[in-house]
């Protein structure tokens, strides 16, 4: 009876030990999982900021996007070989000028006037010049860009011009009606758009 009892308890050990080592192994699973979907998503730190203008003497109005979706070559060792051809998709709704009643503005009277998304992708980057190409109110143009590359960090520029380019009359005119007062009747025409890469 004894070496019954001694037999069962033996079993109930082993069986208790290994469940704790499976237990262990599939912790030890996602941890590891969670932490290459972090390092993926702490790959690049991207900004993406625009300047639009108002009055005569051409003031500055910055925001950013704060939603945007990338597709790169992350197997890419040089900025070159990772950001060449990179395609993007940009929540038209995302901006943000640290203002949010402007913010509001701008997303009411421009950006959800406009047809469709936002999208692009980038071309092959050489000799500090990139061609863009840029989907916007379902007209696509393909601008050149300069780019420096500063240690691991890139950095873009380029303009547009939302007449010219995208032909988004509707949406300039209602965003330029709302700020009309504000803006001393002068909304200018031309975009830039500066984007910072940390690598």
């Known amino acids: 009876m004894k070496k019954l009892f001694l037999a069962v308890c033996m079993l109930s050990l082993v069986a208790c030990n290994n469940q704790q080592k499976q237990e262990t192994e599939t912790t030890t699973e996602t941890i590891t999982e969670i932490e290459v979907k972090e390092e993926n998503k702490k790959e690049l730190d991207v900004t993406l900021e625009w300047v639009a203008y108002k009055f005569e003497e051409k003031e500055a109005v910055k925001g950013i996007f704060t939603e945007f979706d990338l597709e790169y070559n992350k197997e890419g060792v040089t900025p070159e070989e990772k950001l060449s051809n990179l395609k993007f998709t940009v929540d038209k ?5 640290d203002d949010p009643e402007r913010d509001k503005t ?93 690598m």
């Open 93 to 97: 709704e995302s901006a943000n000028t």
């Open 106 to 198: 701008i997303v009411d009277n421009f950006f959800l006037n406009l047809k469709g998304g936002i999208h692009g992708s980038l071309g092959k980057m050489e000799d500090g010049t990139v061609p863009v190409t840029i989907t916007l109110n379902e007209k696509s143009v393909t601008k050149d860009f300069t780019y420096e590359v500063q240690n691991n960090e890139v950095h873009f520029k380029g303009e547009i011009d939302i007449l010219e380019d995208f032909m988004a009359d509707t949406a300039f005119k209602a965003l330029h009606d709302a700020c009309a007062v504000l803006h001393l009747d002068k909304t200018w025409t031309d975009v830039a758009i500066n984007v910072s890469v940390k």
